[in-house]
């Protein structure tokens, strides 16, 4: 079955350079109509002339994710244009790597902002439209730091896994308008990967490698609820799990009983993927009354 995405209109944050220009390069050569955002107008324009030349449809619209006002702008703007908004991929990013004890806030802040409140600034902004419209795809670009932990990332961490929240949610409230909303991990060699991986790791890690994992999770029979690893051609799922665990109920030495079953409350074997977030607390209603006091 071949992808198709003719006839959709699609933005891509932070696609001057890296990963952002493989994926606008990728949609549009599926036939999408492609919205390259980036910081500055010229890296902008030279994705767009790239795409045009390849024969593809692109625009340029430079803008700061973290401005809100800018953001929501844009999404007016390309809907005056092109009249639909189907598929975002929020994919613009920064470092500011220290470890938490000698880390400055504003940095904290600052990653927080672009990745995770510029997620929310484009998402919000785009929402409306796509609920109307009864058709989106949304993809946040998470990524292993956030998901497993990387030693000086604690901003970068926290702003990725905080995106893996906002999906579970607003792959939920889509559902209804079939707004999927997914999760893309990616591994590349970019420039905010210099001096992190092995120049030997780098070699095998091109971005064009990761951008079919984009154009899936931007088509029309993309799953949602998704965390999508990708890598150097390599494909993997992450799942946010619940073990069976073990029930310890009211008993003056049940903070004992956690430390002596440690094992037992982590075993993986018959792990789920909660539907939602209530299935945790029901989980734990039931097992209570499977073992009344
Ligand atoms: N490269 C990897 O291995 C890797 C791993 C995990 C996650 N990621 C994520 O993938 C995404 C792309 O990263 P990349 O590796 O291509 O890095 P990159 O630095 O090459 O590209 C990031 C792009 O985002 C743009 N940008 C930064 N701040 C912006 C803002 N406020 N508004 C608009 N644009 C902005 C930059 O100008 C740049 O073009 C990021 O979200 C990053 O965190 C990358």
Request: aromatic share 6%; proline share 3%; charged share 20%.
């Amino acid at each position: 079955m071949t992808i198709d995405l003719t006839g959709r209109v699609a933005i891509v944050t932070g696609a001057g350079g890296g990963l952002g220009r493989s994926h606008a390069l990728a949609l549009a050569a599926r036939g999408a109509w492609v919205v390259v955002n980036d910081l500055h107008p010229e890296s902008c324009e030279s994705v767009v002339g790239e795409i045009v030349a390849a024969g593809g449809v692109a625009l340029a619209w430079p803008c700061n994710v973290t401005d809100r006002a800018g953001v929501f702008a844009m999404v007016e703007g390309v809907m005056a244009r092109w009249g639909r908004i189907d598929i975002l991929v929020n994919n613009a990013g920064i470092l500011r790597d220290r470890t938490f004890a000698k880390m400055d806030l504003d940095d904290f802040e600052l990653v927080v902002n672009v990745h995770l409140m510029g997620s929310v600034n484009l998402t919000k902004a785009a929402w409306p439209h796509m609920c109307e419209q009864g058709y989106g795809r949304v993809i946040f670009t998470t990524s292993s730091s956030g998901l497993y932990g990387n030693f000086g990332q604690s901003n970068y961490g926290a702003a990725k896994m905080a995106l893996v929240g906002l999906m579970q949610t607003l792959a939920l409230e889509g559902r209804k308008f079939d707004i999927r909303v997914n999760c893309l991990a990616p591994s590349a060699a970019t420039r905010m990967t210099e001096g992190l991986y092995s120049e030997d790791d780098l070699k095998g890690l091109s971005t064009d490698l990761v951008s079919p994992g984009v154009v899936a999770l931007a088509s029309e029979n993309a799953p949602t609820r998704t965390i999508l690893l990708a890598g150097a051609g390599a494909f993997e799922q992450a799942h946010v799990t619940m073990t069976q665990g073990v029930f310890i109920g009211d008993r003056p030495d049940a903070a004992d009983q956690i430390e002596a079953n440690w094992s037992k409350i982590g075993d993986g074997a018959e792990a789920l993927v909660p539907d939602s977030g209530s299935a945790q607390y029901g989980h734990e209603v039931a097992r209570s009354l499977a073992y009344p006091a």
